[in-house]
């Protein structure tokens, strides 16, 4: 049976039974949550693979949406051994028909057992002590740098926990109901046992990982945070992996999608960090980090001289609409690697911010040295009791032979307005 219908099956029955054990007593249940409404405005790029394939079939080819607008409401629910977290969506694409979808972010129980904490269900789980990036970050795997912060969807999972005013130890399975025989789709996707142990030395916090995956099989890893005045924090990460999943594109018919994710051999990825925070509440935050389980820079100039290949095939005239449609979506697909968590092995981030009673300005960039590509966020957000308003913008920029240029957008803007009760 397919992994998404196994996994379902196991949530239906899951949810069923915390359901039924909790619906006798929902009025003695905590109740909290939110409601966000959110528009993001997207300014399309007129260069990249996507533009190219767009321009040869644009009845075919679709470009990302100008404008989205999302309502959403989180809620959130605590009763005795039980916690929940629903999300409802409602989207709608500019010109476009209104998606609603629901979600279970979170449903988990707990239990003690002396002094261990167990827990079984959806649960959000993040480690690691970085802010741009984190190596180590292995059950729950989340993505960094989103223009608004929300709560992930967490990963099924087993866990045990013991821990002391200094000391901490989890023991994670998560994805246990995943026995597919081929690699997952995303590494967060597959079954694994991790491991973390965690002291607090003064002002240092130590932490050690371990991980088995049912298909990039070990890796170690190891993390520290120090702080090291009032004003300034150091830390640091590595993690070294016997496998890990990676873009690779392969030989197939012309009608299919080149890339695929495939298996890769050993990887190490680490980070080095400092935070500076001023009298005033100024905040400045460096980030340098190697990521090798990014495709390496000869794999991106294969990618490059395969754009260009097809653009000069499509630039022919008099193509046949059979060959036409080809290349479009050929050249749709060389987008397919650009989704990653790093486009470039390494990375540099620098992060100022300023709060000012209910008011926080911030600007980040994300430089990579390797083509000089950059991308860089401005924000202002104002928080309230119950409420929070943020605009943000977010613009790729670079030369044109960086990686940023072929993202399918150049410019995004968002607003979005949360209420809490």
Do not use: C
Request: charged share 15%; net charge neutral.
């Amino acid at each position: 049976m397919h992994r998404t219908h196994v996994s379902h099956r196991w949530w239906a029955r899951v949810a069923g039974a915390a359901l039924l054990m909790a619906s006798a007593h929902v009025h003695a249940a905590e109740f909290s949550g939110q409601w966000r409404l959110t528009h993001q405005a997207i300014d399309t790029n007129p260069q990249g693979p996507l533009a190219a394939a767009h321009a040869l079939r644009s009845d075919l080819i679709d470009l990302p949406a100008a404008g989205t607008s999302v309502v959403e409401a989180e809620l959130q629910a605590h009763w005795r051994f039980l916690q929940a977290n629903v999300l409802l969506t409602s989207t709608t694409p500019h010109g476009m028909a209104t998606h609603t979808q629901a979600q279970v972010q979170e449903l988990f129980a707990n239990a003690d057992a002396g002094d261990w904490q167990f827990s079984i269900g959806r649960k959000v789980v993040s480690w690691d002590v970085g802010y741009g990036f984190r190596p180590n970050d292995v059950v729950q795997q989340e993505t960094r740098r989103t223009l608004l912060a929300v709560t992930p969807q967490g990963r099924p999972l087993l866990q045990a926990e013991t821990f002391d005013a200094d000391t901490a130890t989890s023991i994670v399975w998560v994805n246990p109901q995943s026995h597919q025989d081929a690699p997952p789709t995303l590494s967060g996707d597959e079954a694994a046992l991790a491991v973390r142990w965690y002291q607090r030395s003064g002002a240092r916090d130590d932490h050690l990982f371990a991980r088995w995956g049912q298909h990039t099989r070990a890796s170690l890893g190891a993390a520290v945070a120090w702080v090291a005045t009032d004003e300034l924090e150091l830390h640091a990460s590595a993690r070294w992996s016997q496998r890990h999943l990676t873009w690779q594109p392969t030989g197939t018919a012309p009608a299919e999608n080149p890339w695929h994710i495939g298996m890769g051999g050993s990887a190490t990825q680490w980070l080095v960090g400092a935070h500076w925070t001023g009298a005033q509440q100024q905040g400045l935050m460096v980030e340098w980090w190697h990521d090798g389980t990014a495709m390496a820079d000869r794999d991106w100039d294969h990618w490059r001289q395969r754009n260009t290949a097809l653009q000069q095939a499509a630039a022919q005239p008099g193509l046949p609409d059979a060959l036409r449609s080809g290349l479009a979506g050929q050249l749709a697909w060389q987008t397919t690697p650009l989704g990653g968590s790093s486009l470039r092995r390494n990375n540099v981030f620098v992060r100022a911010s300023w709060q000012y009673e209910a008011w926080q300005l911030a600007w980040d960039t994300l430089y990579m040295p390797a083509d000089h590509g950059q991308i860089g966020t401005v924000s202002a957000q104002w928080q309230a009791d119950q409420w929070r308003l943020t605009l943000a913008w977010r613009r790729l920029g670079g030369p044109q032979q960086a990686l940023t240029s072929a993202l399918p957008s150049r410019h995004t803007w968002l607003f979005a307005a949360v209420w809490a009760f």
